[in-house]
């Protein structure tokens, strides 16, 4: 696997924070070329323990299983801390997050008619 | 033409990113041969997957290609690369249990992802490639009686 810089897949992580709570607006790929920069932009909130994280999809062009993968990890690791994890506005990738169980440890939309 | 098979195929480097050229092309196909939009999504996602596999454990500089196998009622698409292989009957389906409990540390699932989201997926890997084949009916082929 090579890189191109202007062929690689980029996302801009926007944050609003208020009270105990924070917004992350997501805007490009939540892709194996992102997922770095999406961990390291919220591990800050997860150290200090911030009650609520709000991952906003609407702007998310495209997911890979790493990147839901990444999700996941983040929505275990604020619950420990007497957290929670919602992603909100999934649109068209919520099969894809159901199908690899982010239903089962983040708060999500629901989908209707999902079978495991 | 009829029910003819129509025959695509794109070759691409394995460069991270430009598996979105393939899957926009297949995207649009999907659409045309009237796949619903929920059905396209799926179809979109699964080369998605299976191009950044064949991308991310691409060991070479060598080409991955792409091939539409278009019928009146089934889309096939394959996806082959020159990697290393893996042994698919060895890929774990995931442990939801456990994956709550400890999270994801390293990669993601795309095994178990293609699978639930085509209607048959095959899988040919050796130490001189993989080819992944996703198959994906537009209505469901009637029983023999």
Known sequence: MTHSSFLQDELKISPQEENNKVLLKLEGALSATTVPYFRQTVQPYLDRSVGEIVLDFSGVTKIVSRGVGAAIDIAVQVKKVGGKLRVVNIGKFSRSLYIQGVHLVAEVPELEGFEP | ?145
Do not use: W
């Not at chain 2, 893996?86 to 409990?101: R, W, Y």
């Open chain 2, 1 to 145: 033409m009829g029910d003819s098979l129509v025959r695509m195929q794109m070759t691409i480097p394995p460069i991270e990113g430009i598996e979105d050229v393939p899957v926009a092309a297949v995207e649009a196909l999907a659409a045309k041969m009237g796949f619903k939009p929920d059905r396209v999504q799926d179809i979109v996602q699964a080369l998605t997957e299976a191009c950044v596999n064949a991308i991310i454990y691409s060991e070479s500089d060598a080409d991955v290609e792409v091939i539409m196998l278009a019928r009146q009622n089934s889309l096939i698409l394959e996806v082959r690369d020159q990697g290393v292989g893996f042994e698919p009957d060895e890929v774990p389906a995931p442990n939801f249990e456990l994956i709550s409990e400890l999270g994801v540390k390293n990669g993601g699932f795309g095994i178990h992802m293609i699978k639930a989201l085509v209607d048959q997926l095959e899988i040919e890997s050796s130490n001189k490639g993989t080819v992944v084949r996703m198959s994906t009916f537009l209505s469901k082929p009637e029983k023999q009686s």
